[in-house]
């Protein structure tokens, strides 16, 4: 090693212990990198208010812990994922950023009503809000009941009411019977609450909920009717590509639906009186006898002089009598359709009584009533010419719609996850080429540095000349007397 060092120069010496740092800082990284804790997800996706519980409980188990994905996910060593989340979940903290019933864990004794009630109130939001983020939209929720104050000898006549606010995920949206079953299970918790006192809203502050009856006004009426006639004409418009999906094939015709509706809703009451059953004497009434009352009235009357007295009498007879009474109350029920358009093209050419027969056809689909003013118009492409671009016609169209496409190219196949393993092996491969460079860039310069010694064959003088051809000449003498074969006695 000494003469190795003593034959490098300034520049190898150099390298060699720039290469001899640079594989002892590998090596010392390498060990760091393969003896440090594997951390592993404890939490992911928390609330702002859930990561501050979750990691002032891991600072009182003097737990190290780290923070990733902005904050929202915790991670702790990967041999104390599960008993960790055990123990957190065992300490009842407070998730979804409110609290549950775990309030009355450690009551006091000297509490008052009102903070009882209060606190029962906390308590019936924080269960509400954990059950509706349990849904896969729902990123973040909020309930608020209002609850009207009831006394012992007082009964509110307010209303008990709730709002939910509800944070969907990216791209997450929630069906009409979803937000109904969120208004269904509100109204389940609380008492007194129905479901149509439940407003609904999301993170743009818009409503989920449908108006209540007597309350349909303004954009959510226009909503409401709006959406009563977009599902009238998506089912007569499915009736129909039925029909000629069927008969044409699919794709080979268009159709359109237009429905205008009555959505006006009427409420029509009908009274009328029942005659009597009982049969009249000589025009008398009848019915049934409810009231009877009989007065009399009288007194003496006479002439003074003739002092004669006579007595006078008054009666009155009044009856009362009861017939039939019905009264009858209709509501006609909005959403009736009040006219019908449909309108089909197809791509096949139609002769004739062809169009007559599939309008007949289509008519019955529909339920189509001349009476009511619904119309149907059928066509085909041929009967339509003009230019369809600068230099295109209909019928180039035609034969473009009929064309074959072009088979597309098969998707390449998605590259199979990299094997977190074999990752891990890969990187102990780094420090082995690093040396094997290392050695290989040493072996080179050295090579280089080293003088080459090139063997020089002496120069002879005629004498030194002449004295080696004798001594060659002797030798080649000698071997030819040993080759020579004995003479035979």
């Known amino acids: 090693m000494k003469d190795i060092w003593a034959g490098l120069d300034r520049r190898a010496r150099a390298a060699l212990l720039v290469g001899g740092a640079v594989i002892a800082c590998?090596?010392?990284?390498?060990?760091?990198?393969?003896?440090?804790?594997?951390?592993?997800v404890l939490f992911a996706d928390l609330a702002p208010r859930d990561a501050a519980a979750m990691t002032a409980e891991?600072?009182?188990?003097?737990?190290?812990?780290?923070?990733?994905?902005?904050?929202?996910?915790?991670l702790v060593p990967q041999d104390q994922v599960y008993k960790l989340r055990l123990k957190l979940m065992g300490r009842e903290t407070p998730l979804y950023g409110a609290v549950g019933f775990e309030v009355f864990n450690n009551a006091d004794l000297g509490m008052s009503e009102f903070v009882q009630k209060v606190n029962y109130q906390r308590a019936v939001q924080g269960e509400l809000t954990r059950t509706i983020q349990a849904l896969d939209e729902v990123q973040a929720a909020r309930v608020h009941l209002a609850i009207p104050e009831q006394g012992l000898f007082k009964r509110s006549q307010t209303k008990a009411k709730a709002s939910v606010?509800?944070?969907?995920?990216p791209g997450a949206v929630l069906s009409a019977a979803q937000v109904v079953g969120i208004q269904r299970l509100v109204a389940a918790s609380v008492p007194?609450?129905?479901?149509?006192?439940?407003t609904v809203l999301d993170q743009r502050g818009l409503a989920l909920t449908r108006p209540a009856d007597g309350d349909d006004s303004g954009a959510q009426g226009a909503n409401a009717q709006l959406d009563a006639k977009r599902s009238t004409e998506d089912y007569m418009l499915k009736k129909v590509n039925g029909v000629l999906d069927r008969m044409f094939g699919a794709g080979q015709a268009i159709a359109s639906v237009d429905a205008v509706l009555n959505l006006d809703q009427?409420?029509?009451?009908?009274?009328?009186?029942?005659?009597?059953?009982?049969?009249?004497?000589?025009?008398?009434?009848?019915?049934v006898v409810v009231r009877e009352r009989h007065s009399a009235q009288g007194g003496p009357a006479g002439d003074a002089t003739a002092k004669t007295e006579t007595r006078t009498e008054n009666s009155n007879d009044e009856a009362e009598y009861q017939v039939g009474r019905r009264v009858e109350q209709l509501a006609?029920?909005?959403?009736?359709?009040?006219?019908l358009s449909v309108a089909v093209v197809v791509r096949h050419p139609l002769r004739g009584a062809q169009a007559d027969e599939l309008k007949e056809l289509l008519a019955s689909a529909v339920g189509l009533n001349a009476q009511r003013g619904d119309t149907?118009?059928?066509?085909?492409?041929?009967?339509?010419?003009?230019?369809?671009?600068?230099?295109?016609?209909?019928a180039d169209a035609r034969q473009a719609d009929h064309a074959v496409p072009e088979p597309s190219p098969l998707p390449a196949p998605a590259p199979a996850p990299a094997d977190p393993r074999r990752a891990a092996v890969g990187w102990y491969w780094i420090p082995v080429l690093a040396v094997l460079s290392f050695l290989a860039a040493f072996a080179v310069i050295r090579r280089r540095r080293d003088p080459v010694v090139v063997a020089v064959a002496p120069q002879?003088?005629?004498?030194?000349?002449?004295a080696m051809l004798r001594q060659v000449r002797a030798w080649i003498d000698t071997e030819s007397v040993a080759r020579q074969p004995e003479p035979r006695g």
């Open 26 to 40: 590998g090596a010392i990284a390498l060990g760091v990198w393969a003896y440090r804790p594997n951390y592993q």
């Open 58 to 74: 891991l600072d009182k188990l003097k737990t190290p812990y780290r923070l990733g994905g902005d904050g929202n996910t915790i």
């Open 165 to 169: 606010t509800l944070t969907l995920k």
């Open 192 to 198: 007194d609450i129905t479901t149509g006192a439940v």
């Open 266 to 287: 009427s409420k029509v009451t009908t009274e009328e009186v029942l005659p009597g059953h009982g049969s009249a004497v000589q025009g008398g009434p009848a019915g």
């Open 332 to 339: 006609v029920a909005s959403g009736s359709v009040k006219r």
């Open 376 to 394: 149907m118009v059928v066509r085909s492409l041929d009967q339509f010419a003009g230019p369809v671009g600068d230099s295109g016609t209909m």
């Open 460 to 466: 002879l003088d005629d004498a030194a000349r002449t």
